[in-house]
Each structure stands twice: as C-alpha cells, then as structure tokens.
C-alpha cells in the first residue's frame, strides 16, 4: 500500500510540475508581446518631436493599489480620442509593468524611468520633468504627473494630480 501511495504522488508531483510549466510559457509568451523600455526627457523627446498626433504622458506608479484602473482609463481614453499615450512606470521592476499590460490584454510599449537617472526613484520623476520642460522653456513650476501635447507639440495639458482629468478630452479632438 505505501508503494502505491508513493507512485501515486510521484504521479501528482509530475503532474502539477507538467501543467505549471505548459503554463509559465503562455505566460510568457503573452508577456513578451509588451515591450518595456527605459527612457529619459531625450529619448521621449526625440520620439514624439515629428509625431503628427497628440501625445499624452503619463507617469504611474504600478504597484499602486489604483493601477490598473488608470491603465484601462488611459488606454482607453488614447483609443477614443486617437491619442499616442507614453505610459512611464516609475518602478524598478519592469514585470510589474508587463503584468498589468497582460492582465489588460495590451501589446505594444511601455515605459520606465532610466534607472541612470538618479539612484533614488522618487527623484527620478522631478529629474525627467525638469530636462523634459526645459525643451518647451519651461524652467518653473517644472512637475507633472501627466501632460498632453497638441498635433503641432505645444502644451495644452499639464497637471500635477492623481486620476484621470475628465478635461483632456477638450484638447484631443
């Protein structure tokens, strides 16, 4: 009987160890459909500088509890209002990023700050907003939490808030 019950959960051991390896590969393979990126105020601005559409940028935090919720706002606002959006995940875990990207089923890119921007990531935010604004002029008053920019790059948007600004749509149409 002990002999049977040891084949027995062989069997099971080989079982689950079987189906959670078909598994973490789909994972994996949906997972690799987003690509994630760091990025500093140069690189951002040298993508979006000949884009002919609006440009949102956001900053987020996704471990935050409200995430995911952002995400699918956001997302879905830049698909109703044809608006390029440039998700930049303040994080040094790039999966976090990649996971609320799955659980939402986007593929495409996201965005997270330069890890060589400082070794701090709470300063890493006000470092990019300074380098970033001080290409518009902008040298006071430099942070953001999300900014739009019309088709012709000038500012139209920029707010230091949490949530989603039910008035960006006023400036993509």
Not at 107 to 118: A, E, H, R, V
Not at 139 to 165: A, C, M, Q, T, W
């Amino acid at each position: 009987m002990a002999k049977y019950i040891k084949i027995l959960l062989l069997v099971l051991s080989f079982m689950i160890t079987y189906n959670n390896a078909f598994s973490q590969i789909e994972v994996e393979d949906v997972i690799t459909n987003v690509d994630v990126r760091q990025i500093d105020a140069n690189k951002l601005y040298n993508l979006i500088k000949n884009d002919s559409s609006c440009i949102l940028i956001k900053f987020w935090i996704p471990s935050c509890k409200s995430a995911n919720e952002q995400f699918i706002e956001y997302l879905n606002f830049s698909r109703k209002y044809n608006t390029k959006i440039y998700y930049i995940g303040i994080t040094n875990q790039p999966n976090l990023l990649r996971n609320i990207a799955y659980e939402n089923n986007f593929s495409g890119t996201l965005y997270m700050l330069d890890t060589n921007l400082s070794k701090n990531i709470y300063m890493r935010p006000q470092i990019f907003c300074t380098e970033f604004l001080s290409k518009y002029n902008i040298h006071k008053n430099v942070s953001f939490n999300i900014i739009l920019l019309n088709k012709n790059k000038e500012i139209v948007y920029r707010k230091d808030i949490v949530g989603f600004p039910k008035k960006l749509k006023n400036y993509c149409r």
